[in-house]
C-alpha cells in the first residue's frame, strides 16, 4: 500500500475516533460535527521549509523553458509556456516555502481563503518548480499544486500548474481550478511568506 493511501486510511481513522469520542458523550447535534471538523482540521500538519537555496538554483533572469529544462521533467503540459503563463522573474530570497494539505475535500475558494486567514501568499510557478527540485529522489509522490499561477485553458477554465511523480517520472501539468473546484484530499498546495 502506498504512503499517501496509508496516510488517507488513517487521516480517515483518526476522524471516525473523534465522532465516535462525541457520540459516547450523547452529543448529536450538526454542530458537533462542524466542532469535530474544526478539532480535525486543527491536528493537520503543515511542512515549512527555509528554501532560498533550493529556490536560487533556478535562474532569476531565466526564461520559463530553461527554468523548466532545469527540473529535469519527463513529462510537460505543452500548455504550459510563455504564451500561457505569466513568468514572473524573482529571486525568492527571503521567502518561506509552506507545503500544507487538508484532511477533507475543498474548493479553489476555500483555499485561497485558508492562506489569506494565514497571511500566506500564493506562490507563482517559479517556487512550484524550485521545490520539484527537492523531490529528485522520490518514485511517487501526492501532485502538488501552485495556485499563484493561472492561466485559461480552451474552454475558459482557469488552470494551474500541478508537480506529480509517478513511478519514478516527473510530471508536470494544469489542473483546473476555478474557485468552485473541488480538491480531493490527498493534493498538497504551496504558499510563501516573502520577507519585505
Known amino acids: 500500500m502506498s504512503k499517501l493511501k496509508t496516510r488517507t486510511i488513517l487521516e480517515i481513522w483518526k476522524f471516525f475516533l473523534l465522532i465516535n469520542k462525541h457520540l459516547k458523550q450523547g452529543k448529536s447535534d450538526p454542530e458537533i460535527f462542524r466542532q469535530i471538523l474544526q478539532e480535525f482540521s486543527q491536528t ?25 529544462k532545469i527540473c529535469n521533467f519527463h513529462l510537460v503540459s505543452p500548455e504550459i509556456n ?14 518561506e516555502i509552506y507545503e ?32 520539484s527540485l527537492i523531490y529528485h529522489n ?12 493561472t492561466w485559461k ?24 481550478a476555478n474557485d468552485h473546484t473541488v480538491w480531493p484530499v490527498g493534493y498538497h498546495f504551496l504558499g510563501i511568506k516573502v520577507e519585505k
Open 44 to 68: 493537520n500538519k503543515i511542512t515549512h521549509w527555509r528554501k532560498e537555496v533550493s529556490v536560487g538554483r533556478i535562474d532569476p533572469d531565466a526564461s520559463l523553458a530553461d527554468a523548466i
Open 82 to 95: 510563455e504564451e500561457n503563463v505569466l513568468w514572473q522573474k524573482e529571486s525568492g530570497k527571503g521567502a
Open 100 to 131: 500544507f494539505d487538508f484532511p477533507y475535500p475543498m474548493t479553489t475558494l476555500q483555499i485561497r481563503k485558508h492562506l489569506l486567514a494565514m497571511k500566506i501568499e500564493e506562490p507563482s510557478i517559479l517556487y512550484l518548480l524550485a521545490v
Open 138 to 149: 522520490v518514485s511517487d509522490l501526492y501532485p502538488l499544486i501552485s495556485l499563484g499561477t
Open 153 to 176: 485553458d480552451k474552454s475558459g477554465n482557469s488552470m494551474s500548474p500541478c508537480f506529480n511523480i509517478i513511478d519514478g517520472r516527473r510530471i508536470l501539468f494544469g489542473k483546473k
